[in-house]
């Protein structure tokens, strides 16, 4: 009995949150899609979770579904991934010219000089974060553009 009544209102949860409207901390892929609008930590956690879930987030990414925009330009699966995953860290790490999700997209993106890809990325921060609300396959595009 205890278990209907907890998948009940794990439903009941789900379907609420699913017809409301979206938000951009957990990315894009199925979590996105089927929880709307999550209004505790929990849920981020079940949609970030789901996001990450079958490779489906990276599916969307490198496809344009799931609520994902497709990068002109496809790194490679493992950096479009990493990217996705840690959109404010490496903000945050780009702005400063240093740090370890910078050395971690470095490596993932075979750049042998990693100080001078650290310090193009730091020089053209404006135009790879064009905006607050930019989103990841622009982040991409934006490198691609400025640093390689």
Do not use: W
């Amino acid at each position: 009995m205890k278990k209907l009544l907890v998948s009940l209102a794990a439903v009941a949860a789900l379907s609420t949150a699913a017809f409301a409207g979206g938000n951009t901390q957990t990315g894009c892929g199925l979590g996105t899609m089927v929880i709307k609008s999550p209004d505790s930590a929990i849920m981020y956690a079940l949609q970030a979770t789901t996001n990450g879930t079958s490779g489906n987030q990276t599916f969307g990414i490198t496809s344009g579904t799931l609520g994902c925009k497709k990068a002109k330009f496809v790194m490679n699966e493992r950096a479009s991934e990493f990217v996705a995953s840690n959109m404010d860290t490496l903000a945050k790490e780009i702005s400063v010219g240093h740090g370890e999700s910078l050395d971690t997209l470095a490596e993932l993106l075979d750049v042998a000089d990693k100080a001078t890809f650290a310090s193009a990325l730091q020089a053209n921060y404006n135009k790879i974060y064009s905006s607050e609300s930019v989103e990841m396959s622009d982040v991409l595009d934006n490198i691609s553009t400025t640093a390689m």
